[in-house]
C-alpha cells in the first residue's frame, strides 16, 4: 500500500516508517504544493493528512477570504490559514479530481463542528 504523508514536520513519516512494517511505500510532501504534485506523478492509495501546518512555509487558501473575518491583521489571518492547512489541501486535492482516500490526524472529538464541516465539504 502507498501512503502519501502531508506534514510540515517529519513526525508522522518517521513514526509510520517505524511501526507500520513491510508492505507499506511511504511518500512524504511538506505541503499542499508538493502533495498535489506528488498524486500528479504517482498513484497514491491514501493520503495520510496533518491538520496543521505552523511550520510550512507555502500555505493554501485565500487569505483574502479571511481577511475580513480577521480586520485585514495579517497575523491572525496566517494562524486560521495554519490551522485549517489540512482543510484547504483536502479541498485542492478533490478539486484537483482525486478521490484518494484521506486520513485526518486531529481530535475532531473535542470539536463536533468541525468535523461537521469537514464532512460537509469533503463528504
Known amino acids: 500500500m502507498k501512503v502519501l504523508i502531508v506534514e510540515d514536520g517529519h513526525e508522522y513519516s518517521e513514526t509510520m516508517a517505524r511501526y507500520l512494517g513491510n508492505g507499506f511505500t511511504l511518500g512524504r510532501a511538506g ?5 498535489l504534485d506528488m498524486l500528479r506523478a504517482e498513484h497514491w492509495d491514501v493520503v495520510f493528512m496533518d491538520m496543521r501546518f505552523d511550520r510550512a512555509h507555502r500555505l493554501l487558501g485565500e487569505e483574502g477570504a479571511v481577511r ?44 463536533p463542528g468541525r468535523w461537521e464541516h469537514l464532512s460537509d465539504r469533503l463528504g
Not at 505541503?31 to 502533495?35: F, I, L, R, S, W
Not at 494562524?79 to 479541498?91: K, N, V, W
Open 68 to 111: 475580513n473575518r480577521f480586520g485585514g491583521d495579517p497575523e491572525r489571518i496566517r494562524r486560521f490559514l495554519e490551522r485549517h492547512q489540512g482543510t484547504y489541501i483536502a479541498d485542492a486535492i478533490r478539486a484537483a479530481g482525486y478521490g484518494t482516500p484521506i486520513l485526518f490526524s486531529y481530535d475532531f472529538g473535542r470539536e
Open 31 to 35: 505541503d499542499g504544493v508538493d502533495a
